[in-house]
């Protein structure tokens, strides 16, 4: 059983968006509280949920798997990096958001893997990539007790968790030497042009984590290094992002169809937000949710 998402939400939506960027960090929390109740509703029966499974030693370095509970041979599987500027942020934004993601895929056949990573100051440029190919590594290595196809591992990140997720998927220098090691890559209102712009409300998180050299910036870039032979790309955001990434979102599209000859698959979705666009997943809205599911199971 799905539920819709109420009028009064969907009212809210409506109210804050033309105006998202305005106040974007309370927008967020507005958005992850709104959707709690929603979600609270859903049924959660037919999967196995994993808790604060460890990759590594630092307390972020960890996270939670969603497995149907009758698993249909080996699955693909789907890890979800969140965002939260690179300062902020946690797979679990509350109780119920970003769990819902995790919760979608499992629904669906598809094991669900909400990854965390250090935060910055702590940790800088590449750490966050480096935490994503651990939590890959992971689950590499724990494939056959997860039911999970090693070679289905899809990763797709929101926001900074993009940034990382994608710096990793295209930057050679940040993976082992046999490549990314994935099927495909989903890019949701991503960071993946680096900028300290007067534009971005979040400059000054972007100079915690890449430093304030501007001139390393490109460089950092996950759109500077995509090429012919990219992994399998989707880039998805929404009518309401926060201030440039859609812009950003868009040069990667256009780098990956001159790269490749051809555009990757794309989905922009109208009435949403930067925060809803993730947070409604496994509501009863599901043309997002479909259009990720059909490049899972078709990845080009």
């Known amino acids: 059983m799905t539920v819709e998402i109420p009028p009064n939400l969907r009212a809210l939506m409506a109210e804050i968006g033309p105006g998202w960027a305005i106040n ?6 507005a958005m992850a509280e709104a959707f709690t109740p929603v979600h609270k509703l859903i049924p959660k029966t037919g999967t196995v949920v994993r808790r604060d499974v460890h990759f590594g030693p630092h307390e972020r370095q960890a996270l939670d798997i969603y497995s149907p509970e009758r698993p249909k041979g080996p699955m693909p599987a789907l890890l979800f990096v969140h965002g939260g500027g690179f300062t902020d942020g946690s797979r679990n ?4 958001v970003f769990a819902n993601v995790g919760y979608y895929f499992a629904r669906h056949d598809i094991v669900g893997v909400n990854v965390g990573y250090r935060l910055a ?6 750490e966050g990539s480096m935490d994503v190919r651990a939590g890959l590594d992971w689950v590499r290595a724990h494939a056959t007790e997860l039911n999970v196809d090693p ?9 900074t968790g993009a940034s990382h997720a994608a710096s990793y998927a ?24 680096i ?20 001139s ?37 599209v256009h780098r990956l169809a001159v790269a490749k000859r051809r555009a990757p698959p794309v989905c922009v979705l109208k009435a949403h937000n930067h925060t809803s666009m993730v947070a409604h997943l496994n509501t009863a ?16």
């Open 93 to 96: 934004r509350t109780e119920e």
């Open 195 to 214: 900028d300290n712009l007067a534009e971005n409300p979040n400059a000054r998180r972007v100079e915690a984590y890449y430093g304030d050299d501007t």
């Open 24 to 29: 974007h960090s309370a927008n967020v929390r």
């Open 170 to 193: 295209y930057d050679r220098r940040l993976q082992p030497p046999s490549g990314p090691g994935i099927a495909g890559l989903i890019i949701v209102g991503g960071r993946v042009r």
């Open 121 to 126: 100051p702590e940790a800088r440029y590449p």
């Open 151 to 159: 070679a289905r591992l899809f990763l797709m990140g929101h926001s």
């Open 216 to 252: 390393k910036y490109d460089d950092y870039s996950p759109v500077s290094h995509v090429g012919p032979d990219s992994v399998p790309t989707m880039v998805a955001w929404c009518e309401f992002e926060n201030p440039l990434l859609d812009v950003y979102c868009a040069e990667l």
């Open 285 to 300: 809205e599901d043309v997002f949710g479909a259009a990720l599911r059909d490049f899972i199971a078709n990845p080009r």
